[in-house]
């Protein structure tokens, strides 16, 4: 019943290493979408995903990239993690302009 | 750049009181608006939105707009323990695929 699911909910690793995050919903949505909450609670957009455009905000490094196998996922590959990436990332889906977010992944850099 | 402005609090507001939730965005381009409710440790959970000027109510919550002000406003009548969390408030710019734009949030205390 779970309608945007995002695995794994805790990841740990250490810097350098290269990591993915996966997502899927069962909404039947068009539209996909990454965010990011850093420490302080800031929730910021990373991407956002349909079939027909990706939009990346502009502060996002290229070390972070979306990968989306078909309508229903969207991944998030992180290269060369860093200590700042140490954050929950949530992705969220849309048909309109409502989004609905997934339980988040917990990352921890050490 | 695209901003959203919320009071961080916390505010605290007696149980059963209406606890009054504000916010303001920068970006003139906005078309949508949203409430989204956080507990600690979870993810944003949606509980309003509105696209027009005035009033709407769903339930003990009613959310306002005033775009000539660039201002939203979340009311939570008879206020419960169970609404204490961070509210945030997010703006959209219309655009197909665009995300959303949060403030930093209010953390919400409900005094019993």
């Known amino acids: 019943d779970t309608a945007v699911s995002q695995t794994p909910k805790y990841l740990v690793t250490q810097m350098g290493n290269d990591k993915s995050i996966k997502c899927e919903q069962n909404?039947?949505?068009?539209?996909m979408y990454w965010y990011k909450q850093d420490s302080k609670k800031f929730l910021k957009i990373m991407f956002s995903?349909?079939?027909?455009?990706?939009?990346i905000n502009e502060t996002v490094p290229n070390r972070f990239s979306p990968k989306s196998p078909d309508k229903a996922h969207l991944n998030l590959h992180i290269n060369s993690l860093e200590l700042g990436d140490s954050a929950v990332y949530f992705c969220?889906?849309?048909?309109?302009?409502?989004?609905?977010f997934g339980p988040g992944t917990r990352l921890t850099v050490t | 750049q695209k901003e959203v402005e919320q009071n961080s609090g916390p505010l605290s507001v007696p149980e059963g009181a209406i606890a009054s939730l504000n916010c303001t965005y920068s970006?003139?381009?906005?078309?949508?608006f949203f409430w989204y409710r956080q507990y600690s440790g979870k993810s944003p959970e949606l509980i309003m939105f509105?696209?027009?000027?005035g009033d709407k109510e769903d339930g003990r919550f009613t959310a306002q707009l005033n775009k000539a002000s660039q201002y939203v406003s979340l009311l939570i009548r008879d206020s419960q323990p169970s609404d204490s969390a961070t509210y945030l408030c997010?703006?959209?710019?219309?655009?197909?695929?665009?995300?959303?734009?949060f403030g930093k949030g209010t953390h919400l205390i409900i005094q019993p």
């Open positions: 995903y349909n079939n027909k455009e990706l939009i």
């Open positions: 909404l039947g949505h068009d539209t």
């Open positions: 969220a889906s849309s048909q309109v302009h409502e989004q609905y």
């Open positions: 509105i696209y027009s000027n």
């Open positions: 970006d003139r381009g906005s078309q949508s």
């Open positions: 997010a703006a959209h710019s219309g655009g197909g695929a665009d995300g959303l734009t």
